[in-house]
């Protein structure tokens, strides 16, 4: 605790680490898993309080250090202690506009609360939990304020309007410049629409976000796939704007290039999460996309990540008898959030770990039955440091399945890159992009998230963001490149 | 929303659409498509560009009625809107100067070839244009197609317009006439282009074709139009939609474009149900078009 600072807490450090951790209330796992309503409930106020109420106030606070965005926890956690809970919202919005959708998504274990003092003896503050309560608590009351800046006259474009983007828009429409977002779908919110799945981020929080956006300012179009649609040259040149942000996101969908893969029955998780997500297949007929029904069959995921798992208790929501997980590697390696995991273990999703699939069976008419699986044991750890996974020989076995969802990865989507003369790309092909200032090789554009890094998270995708948006308004602001 | 400005039909169940889309009018190139949503509950559907007017920001699609949506959209008239018109979406077919080319249209994929043989005639070779319909009625762009080509050829399936057969007889024809093949274009179903890669594989004779596979967003996100490319998944929306014909495996492709077939046939089934008898809304199935 900082001597410097009277806390406001009336707890004394000594007794904070005996409060425990306060739970999240949520939908009990045998009634969640049959419906798309979110599973975390959010805290009351008073949970709110008696959680803050654990903060250590560290006089050198790690978890900020730790957050892609730099929120000032301690700050906003001492606002909830203190009962200000629009205080504590404004304290985060000074660093990250979509509160709302990074204290639902973000993996805090590996950030905030992974470099929480508490958890040197207890468990960690529950930081993620906070935040989105003040961000609700917002919400609700309407206590969000417009920011009125001076226009600087200048005009961004942003490309894709997923986290990164909208985290430019949002910090750059702060800072008086235009920014007119452009997306390739026909809805605002790219993965947060399209992949994140209801019961984990209500699209009802995604829309509230982005209309506070157009409340700041912000202009959306879409139905547009820049590089095809438009060009960044033309954007520059011939509509006018002084600067370009990237931020296209995930691209195509890997493959595991195994025999049965074009089987009917077997999706990519970006397709099978798009028909459920955006384009509401499981609501079929009232909604006109199909989709393989799912109800008394088997389905497996293969991947492991939070993509893996958001296919999967889609799923088990729409009614599949078993619901596997199938990753080659162990628990200690899956890249999935430790609450996503929890979670759809109390749902009764099966893990299969150690386990590969080797080929997909088919009936002879084309339709998927079955993967044929291998057990996997872990070598020598790979350039990713995690143990290379090697198969087990002589133990293939059939898993029964009238629906796979391949969830191990994608590639860089190359649209944006080919019809950019001059704009560098790496090896993978994903732009080239400083990763302090996210420039790319052409002057004035500027690139981040997921379409630099390959898939990453949503926090990730928004502190590049940030970084881009500083580094964009300094380009605006002084001409220097 | 993208108003239609224009809206006739050009055979039963065949309707050419002007809609008011100036970039992607400015854009599109032959070989090119659009993806189109009609309402708020729609589905996701490509659909060809036949071709475009930038100067007016008007882009022509041609929609043949098959399932719900596109009855859908045939239905809807001049002054109407639809919600979202995506493109132009794949690559640009590979206009250059190849000496004699054979463009073969089957059915609306008539409407597809037709800017591509344009832009061949163009670039200056030599366009020998084959057209295949059912019957009569279904025959499409014929004088837009006579106008960009060298020759015309037309097969009608039942022989109720000049020449009974189908399109590959015409282009045997060709073949055991003797007549120099630089390359062969064809866009039509599946069975036809799998017929023409057939043949002009004997031949040697470097063929190209514009694949339609199941697609939602086709801007390279969600890899549901991937199709089986020499052994390799290729996504149409990025890699295509044309493709080498002799590389593509068209088993996985007919395959492929059966998963919802259950759901398409409900989905169309309670539309025809549901359409009020007389009226403005009603969409009469043209009589001898295929589903």
Not at chain 1, 271 to 289: C, G, H, Q, S
Not at chain 1, 340 to 356: C, K, N, S, Y
Not at chain 2, 269 to 285: D, F
């Amino acid at each position: 605790m900082s001597p410097a600072t009277k806390s406001k807490n009336p707890v004394s450090p000594k007794d904070r680490m005996k409060i425990p951790r306060q739970l999240m209330p949520e939908q009990p796992a045998q009634e969640r898993a049959h419906n798309f309503e979110e599973v975390n409930l959010g805290y009351s106020a008073e949970l709110a309080q008696q959680e803050a109420r654990r903060c250590l106030e560290c006089a050198k606070p790690t978890c900020t250090d730790n957050c892609p965005v730099g929120i000032d926890v301690k700050k906003f956690v001492e606002f909830i202690v203190a009962g200000d809970f629009a205080g504590a919202a404004a304290k985060i919005r000074e660093a990250n506009v979509l509160p709302a959708i990074t204290g639902r998504v973000c993996p805090q274990e590996d950030q905030c609360e992974g470099k929480c003092l508490l958890s040197k003896k207890v468990k960690p503050l529950g930081i993620g939990y906070l935040e989105r309560f003040v961000a609700d608590y917002e919400q609700k009351m309407g206590t969000h304020v417009v920011p009125m800046v001076a226009p600087t006259g200048k005009r961004v474009a942003v490309v894709g309007s997923g986290p990164s983007g909208l985290t430019v828009a949002g910090d750059l429409i702060q800072k008086g410049h235009k920014v007119r977002v452009f997306e390739a779908l026909h809805e605002i919110g790219g993965v947060l629409v399209y992949g994140i799945p209801e019961f984990r981020l209500p699209k009802q929080i995604v829309r509230e976000q982005i209309d506070y956006m157009r409340e700041m300012g912000v202009e959306f179009e879409t139905d547009v796939v820049v590089g095809r649609t438009v060009t960044i040259d033309e954007l520059l040149e011939e509509e006018g704007y002084d600067a370009v942000f990237i931020g296209t996101g995930a691209g195509l969908p890997q493959f595991m290039n195994i025999p049965g893969e074009h089987l009917n029955g077997v999706y990519s998780a970006n397709e099978f999460l798009t028909r459920i997500n955006l384009m509401k297949a499981y609501k079929f007929p009232v909604y006109d996309e199909p989709m393989l029904d799912l109800k008394g069959r088997d389905v497996a995921v293969i991947g492991g990540g939070n993509t893996a798992l958001d296919a999967i208790r889609s799923a088990l929501r729409l009614g599949a008898r078993k619901a596997y997980v199938i990753y080659r590697r162990s628990d200690a390696e899956m890249p999935a959030r430790a609450e996503e995991v929890h979670h759809a273990r109390q749902e009764g999703i099966d893990f299969q770990m150690l386990t590969a699939p080797v080929e997909f069976l088919s009936d002879g008419k084309g339709w998927l039955t079955a993967a044929r699986c291998v057990r996997m044991e872990l070598g020598e750890p790979d350039a990713s440091g995690r143990r290379r996974p090697a198969p087990i020989q002589g133990s293939e076995f059939d898993v029964p399945l009238s629906v796979a969802v391949i969830a191990i990865g994608t590639s860089a989507n190359p649209i944006v890159q080919s019809t950019t003369p001059g704009l560098g790309t790496n090896k993978r092909g994903y732009i080239q992009a400083s990763e302090e200032t996210q420039r790319t090789t052409r002057k004035g554009v500027f690139a981040g998230g997921d379409i630099v890094t390959g898939s990453a998270t949503v926090i990730l995708a928004m502190g590049a963001g940030r970084r881009a948006a500083n580094s964009i308004h300094e380009y605006l602001t002084t001409g220097h490149w | 929303m993208f108003k239609i400005v224009h809206a006739e039909f050009l055979a039963p169940g065949i309707k050419r659409f002007v809609i008011e889309a100036p970039r992607i009018a400015r854009k599109q190139k032959p070989g090119q498509f659009v993806i189109l949503r009609i309402y708020e509950e729609g589905e996701r559907i490509p659909v060809t560009i036949e071709n475009s007017c930038p100067e007016r920001g008007t882009i022509n699609i041609v929609v043949q009625a098959a399932g719900k949506t596109t009855h859908l959209l045939n239905s809807l008239e001049t002054g109407e809107s639809i919600l979202d018109v995506v493109g132009p979406l794949g690559k640009p077919s590979d206009i250059r100067n190849y000496g004699t080319v054979v463009v073969v249209g089957g059915g609306v994929g008539t409407a597809m070839a037709y800017p591509t043989a344009a832009a061949l005639k163009q670039a200056g070779n030599r366009v020998i244009s084959i057209v295949g319909a059912r019957n009569q009625g279904l025959v499409i762009l014929e004088n837009e197609m006579r106008a960009v080509s060298d020759a015309l050829m037309i097969t009608t399936d039942d022989g109720s317009y000049a020449d009974k057969g189908f399109v590959t007889d015409k282009l045997r024809q060709l073949i055991e006439n003797g007549t120099r093949i630089d390359l062969v274009i064809a866009v039509g179903p599946i069975v036809m282009m799998k017929a023409v890669s057939e043949m002009t594989r004997k031949e040697n004779i470097h063929t190209v074709v514009s694949l339609n596979p199941i697609m939602i967003d086709g801007t390279g996100m969600c890899g549901g139009c991937r199709v089986l490319i020499d052994g390799k998944s290729e996504f149409a929306c990025v890699d295509g939609p044309e493709f080498d014909a002799h590389k593509v495996d068209f088993s996985v492709l007919v395959q492929r474009n059966t998963m919802y077939r259950d759901a398409e046939q409900r989905s169309l089934a309670e539309y025809q149900h549901s359409k009020p008898a007389e009226g403005k809304c009603a969409v009469t199935a043209p009589q001898g078009v295929r589903p």
